[in-house]
């Protein structure tokens, strides 16, 4: 891997960054789409290259059931498996340890998994992650972490923070052992749940473990805490994270969550939101999500975003059309996931551009007012981005309102 960070925001602690890896250029901050099993649904992976992404991310968990590991070596990889000729990410199965957990039994050697499909126990330790990992071929790998779900608390949560620091340390000598070094970059990953004296621990010592690892990742967010809670442990983890690793939030997906860890100094997020959205009929826009269920769309011949370059509005696709066949029909859920992908694809890349003219804040304001400004500022973005100098309040009408709270913690609403 190859970092080097070419801009900064005056304000923020936004950045660009240039990341090389095997299989070319990711600019940075990005946004990853999630191919769980080598595959965005709905889209060949040449069409996901023509919307503009360079890095995705596969699941090292379901790779390993299916199509298992045999396989993916025979066919030398998952870049050739899955015909993806740029850049891949994998996790290492640790989620899996909360959103499988009445499956899962977890020691001190890992996780014992009884599969999903066929009830087969299945044994995952960190050097099997690596492995597992390191069959797959991805550019930039994960450390198998401890995790709980972000709204467990008392000492199960010390208890995962300390055993994943002991856990990358396994997952580093096997890695480091494998002579794969050079071919797939290591991140670690930071836990600590809500606890923000358990966060700096692990920070402390993950940060000691610098040279042997390319970049670290914010884990164990985006479960179900509150946003006000959520901003201030990935804003502790930013500060503290070196300033020449890449810093990448797991699970993070919607616009305003983007761009709020893009100001607190993050580069990289994935999500399954903007897909998996798209196949319940919902359009990301610069104005708010389309609900294209919605009858009201029934007879609109306008695209989804006239500005957007995506085949879908390029094409002149309606949202009439839309409304017509969405989960009818798998042609609407494909258009869709291109509009979607292309979306977050545009979010970023003009926060980049932002960044590098140094007119970020004045982009956080004006993407705020457009999605938000009807609907009234969420209280946590506000506050968040307080936190790194930028008031969205400053300056605009008096009638844009602030919703008190939380934001609806995780819990996503279509407003039109």
């Known amino acids: 891997m190859q970092f080097e960070v070419i801009a900064k925001c005056h304000t923020t602690r936004a950045r660009v960054s240039r990341m090389k890896l095997s299989h070319g250029v990711t600019?940075?901050?990005?946004?990853?789409?999630?191919?769980?099993?080598?595959?965005?649904?709905?889209?060949?992976?040449?069409?996901?290259?023509?919307?503009?992404?360079?890095?995705?991310?596969?699941?090292?968990?379901?790779?390993?059931?299916?199509?298992?590991?045999?396989?993916?070596?025979?066919?030398?990889?998952?870049?050739?498996?899955?015909?993806?000729?740029?850049?891949?990410?994998?996790?290492?199965?640790?989620?899996?340890?909360?959103?499988?957990?009445?499956?899962?039994?977890?020691?001190?050697?890992?996780?014992?998994?009884?599969?999903p499909f066929t009830g087969e126990p299945t044994m995952l330790t960190p050097e099997e992650s690596i492995s597992i990992q390191h069959s797959i071929g991805a550019d930039i790998i994960m450390q198998l972490d401890d995790v709980v779900s972000s709204l467990t608390t008392g000492p199960r949560v010390g208890e995962a923070m300390e055993r994943s620091v002991r856990w990358l340390d396994r997952c580093i000598d096997y890695h480091e052992r494998s002579g794969k070094k050079d071919r797939h970059n290591l991140f670690a990953i930071v836990q600590g749940g809500l606890d923000h004296d358990l966060r700096d621990i692990c920070l402390d010592e993950m940060i000691k473990r610098k040279d042997r690892v390319a970049g670290y990742a914010i884990g164990g967010l985006s479960g179900g805490e509150e946003k006000d809670t959520f901003w201030r442990i990935m804003k502790q983890c930013a500060d503290k994270l070196p300033e020449d690793r890449p810093r990448y939030s797991m699970g993070i997906g919607f616009a305003e969550d983007l761009l709020v860890c893009v100001a607190l100094g993050v580069d990289m997020a994935d999500c399954v939101f903007p897909t998996r959205t798209a196949r319940f009929g919902v359009a990301l826009t610069f104005?708010?999500?389309?609900?294209?269920?919605?009858?009201?769309?029934?007879?609109?011949?306008?695209?989804?975003?006239?500005?957007?370059?995506?085949?879908?509005?390029?094409?002149?696709?309606?949202?009439?059309?839309?409304?017509?066949?969405?989960?009818?029909?798998?042609?609407?859920?494909?258009?869709?996931?291109?509009?979607?992908?292309?979306?977050?694809?545009?979010?970023?890349?003009?926060?980049?551009?932002?960044?590098?003219?140094?007119?970020?804040?004045?982009?956080?304001?004006?993407?705020?007012?457009?999605?938000?400004?009807?609907?009234?500022?969420?209280?946590?973005?506000?506050?968040?981005?307080?936190?790194?100098?930028?008031?969205?309040?400053?300056?605009?009408?008096?009638?844009?309102?602030?919703?008190?709270?939380?934001?609806g913690k995780w819990e996503y609403s279509d407003r039109s």
Request: aromatic share 8%; net charge neutral; charged share 15%.
């Open 27 to 115: 600019m940075l901050p990005t946004f990853m789409p999630v191919a769980t099993q080598a595959a965005i649904k709905g889209l060949t992976p040449q069409q996901v290259e023509s919307l503009g992404v360079t890095l995705m991310l596969n699941n090292t968990y379901h790779m390993n059931l299916r199509p298992g590991i045999k396989v993916l070596d025979d066919a030398g990889g998952a870049h050739r498996f899955q015909g993806w000729t740029r850049n891949l990410l994998t996790d290492s199965g640790g989620f899996q340890l909360v959103s499988l957990s009445k499956f899962t039994k977890i020691t001190e050697e890992g996780a014992l998994f009884a599969s």
């Open 287 to 407: 104005s708010g999500p389309l609900n294209l269920k919605l009858a009201k769309h029934a007879k609109d011949l306008a695209p989804i975003d006239t500005q957007c370059p995506c085949p879908t509005c390029s094409d002149g696709v309606s949202r009439a059309l839309l409304h017509h066949i969405i989960t009818q029909e798998t042609a609407g859920a494909h258009a869709v996931t291109q509009h979607n992908i292309t979306f977050q694809a545009r979010l970023m890349g003009q926060a980049r551009d932002a960044i590098i003219n140094g007119t970020f804040p004045d982009y956080l304001r004006s993407f705020f007012v457009a999605y938000f400004g009807d609907v009234g500022y969420p209280e946590w973005a506000v506050n968040a981005l307080r936190s790194v100098g930028v008031d969205l309040l400053d300056g605009i009408s008096k009638d844009v309102n602030v919703v008190p709270g939380d934001g």
